[in-house]
């Protein structure tokens, strides 16, 4: 039973501490990249793009590549037909 009281004020402390501390920040809000440094939130929306722009790049590398590698089969077999024929 004491146990439970004493649980139960650590979680109603810290609820009053966070809330404490968020109204004391401002509009700012801050958010951990996994590695334990915070970012601001424009930090973190120049990091998402920065982050989509990669992928973007990544993809279209990927379909050039297939674009290639198609173009290259295609021409492979138009060899073959015609070296077939004569």
């Given at each position: 039973m004491a146990m439970r009281s004493v649980q139960s004020r650590v979680v109603l402390t810290?609820?009053?501490l966070?809330?404490?501390?968020?109204s004391?920040?401002?509009?700012?809000?801050?958010?951990?990249?996994?590695?334990?440094k915070v970012l601001s939130?424009?930090?973190?929306?120049?990091e998402n793009v920065y982050i989509k722009k990669?992928?973007?790049?990544?993809?279209?590398?990927?379909k050039q590549k297939a674009a290639k590698e198609s173009a290259e089969n295609?021409?492979?077999i138009?060899?073959?037909?015609?070296?077939?024929?004569?």
């Open positions: 810290r609820a009053l966070t809330r404490s501390m968020e004391s920040r401002g509009a700012t809000r801050y958010f951990s990249d996994g590695k334990g939130e424009e930090e973190r929306a120049a990669m992928e973007r790049e990544r993809l279209e590398k990927l295609e021409k492979v138009a060899d073959k037909k015609t070296d077939g024929t004569h």
